[in-house]
């Protein structure tokens, strides 16, 4: 595994070599965070840059990289030129913020940039009536009828890991656990990520658990694990794109 983890270190790494050539740094982050996402996840899982909306208008901030379910889920709008497409909530399954370089000033916007995106109404789905099977899903200390949109924030750089868990906790103060921040990463120092009293991680937080930063070599593989356990068991519904008909359409 430390070999693996020192070749995905390496390749997003050399991404972002890649990209810098043409891109400024903080681009070139994002553009080397979404190729990897691109290598390393299925089909299945698009991986896009721009806006998510949902079916009362309401626009989430810019972000980084939005994972998405590809294979139930239209594009609304897709810009040619800068490759920014705008995502129905319902087929969202995650964004991740992507920095060079992660300051503790930066916490509380990303934190609002989470709020933003999970907050967003998501009901424009076709429901069967009276299933035979009835799914629901484990998530935040909660039972849920499908997946909650996660947000995770992936850095190259930044501060100490106590510095960053100090940040998001002044940030997620008074906030429920399904609208925080979920995980972040900083490729050159570790993890932050929750933990319960029993000592046990994950890549959600509940209620009881708490903030800890978890120094690493690794963390790159570590984040790619507790992502992707949550990620590729995302299961979501048929989209009913109707409903984003504006009410005043003029056909």
């Not at 009276?130 to 997946?147: D, F, K, M, Q």
């Amino acid at each position: 595994m430390a070999a693996a983890a020192d070749d995905l270190t390496a390749s997003i790494r050399a991404s972002r070599a890649a990209f810098s050539h043409s891109l400024t740094k903080g681009e070139s982050a994002e553009a080397a965070l979404r190729e990897f996402f691109k290598s390393y996840y299925p089909d299945s899982i698009g991986v896009a840059r721009g806006q998510v909306m949902d079916s009362r208008g309401a626009k989430s901030k810019q972000l980084d990289v939005i994972l998405y379910d590809a294979h139930r889920t239209p594009v609304l709008y897709s810009d040619r030129e800068s490759g920014a497409r705008l995502i129905p909530v319902e087929g969202v399954i995650a964004a991740v913020e992507s920095k060079m370089h992660l300051k503790a000033a930066d916490i509380p916007s990303i934190a609002e940039s989470a709020r933003v995106l999970k907050q967003m109404n998501r009901d424009a789905y076709f429901i069967q009536e009276n299933p035979v099977i009835v799914r629901e899903v484990s998530a935040y200390g909660a039972t849920w009828p499908r997946l909650p949109v996660m947000y995770f924030v992936f850095a190259f750089e930044g501060p100490s890991m106590e510095t960053v868990a100090d940040a998001l906790n002044s940030a997620h103060a008074n906030l429920p656990t399904h609208l925080r921040i979920d995980l972040t990463c900083i490729l050159d120092k570790g993890i932050v990520l929750n933990e319960v009293p029993s000592g046990n991680i994950n890549t959600l937080p509940t209620p009881d658990s708490f903030l800890c930063g978890y120094p690493t070599n690794h963390s790159l593989l570590m984040f790619h694990i507790l992502v992707s356990q949550y990620v590729l068991q995302a299961d979501l519904p048929p989209i009913d794109i109707k409903r984003y008909i504006p009410g005043d359409f003029v056909f």
